[in-house]
């Protein structure tokens, strides 16, 4: 950069945690909070690994998100882009990150229009089919770190598309709110969850009437009837 001036400009290093007061002064807004690992005791001594999943031939399958530029033996502080998630995934989209110390599922969302603008109709069917790749999404999870070399098991837990925290845009080397103001607004606020709490919704086998009218989100919305108990169903 010092060759582009035509005066010889100091090159001054500067330690994050130790920056002078005229640093901060060079970025719109000055100093604000961010998400910092400068008091992290825990090593990060390798990268952090993407999968996505999808259903191919009404099979669940995953695939691991390839980095080209990851070097063996060394760790990779950014290997991934935000816009593996909101651009070249198709949406709702179910990616699994793991950032090491957390495991995170992150959970797209329905568009309401095609690229081309058309207006797009989402049936009972299609989202009964997505609710049962969350299921096993959740499943992978477990079981993925259930398979993890270190003592201490990481932690786990499900994010939802233009809800995430500052914790998981961190794992980005940026991250564009203005994506997520794409996200239909219908969709509701979601606050990151552990794994396990969205896990149990799938464990419950029988509901009130009044509880299906509410259309719990681990229930397969074409078969409700099934949920009730003997003496609700033949009451109805």
């Not at 090491?100 to 207006?119: F, L, M, Q």
């Not at 990481?154 to 564009?176: C, I, R, S, Y």
Request: charged share 25%.
């Amino acid at each position: 950069l010092a060759e582009l001036h035509d005066t010889s400009p100091t090159i001054v290093e500067v330690q994050e945690g130790s920056e002078p007061a005229e640093f901060w002064k060079l970025f719109t807004g000055g100093k604000t909070p961010y998400e910092t690992l400068l008091n992290e005791e825990r090593a990060f001594t390798r990268s952090i690994r993407a999968f996505t999943f999808f259903e191919e031939n009404r099979v669940f399958s995953f695939k691991e998100l390839d980095y080209k530029g990851r070097a063996p033996k060394l760790p990779a502080p950014y290997p991934f882009l935000q816009r593996e998630l909101y651009k070249k995934a198709e949406q709702p989209a179910l990616f699994m990150i793991d950032a090491i110390y957390t495991v995170y599922i992150w959970v797209g969302w329905w568009p309401t229009h095609a690229p081309d603008g058309e207006e797009l109709q989402h049936t009972g069917g299609a989202k009964s089919q997505f609710t049962e790749r969350y299921k096993l999404a959740l499943k992978s999870a477990v079981g993925y770190t259930e398979l993890a070399e270190s003592k201490d098991k990481p932690d786990m837990t499900v994010v939802w598309a233009g809800h995430e925290p500052a914790q998981f845009k961190a794992l980005f080397p940026w991250w564009e709110d203005e994506v997520t103001a794409t996200i239909p607004p219908s969709e509701g606020e979601r606050h990151p969850a552990p794994i396990a709490e969205e896990l149990k919704q799938f464990l419950q086998t029988e509901y009130t009437l009044q509880e299906l009218q509410e259309r719990p989100a681990g229930c397969d919305s074409l078969r409700l009837e099934q949920y009730l108990s003997d003496v609700e169903f033949e009451a109805i």
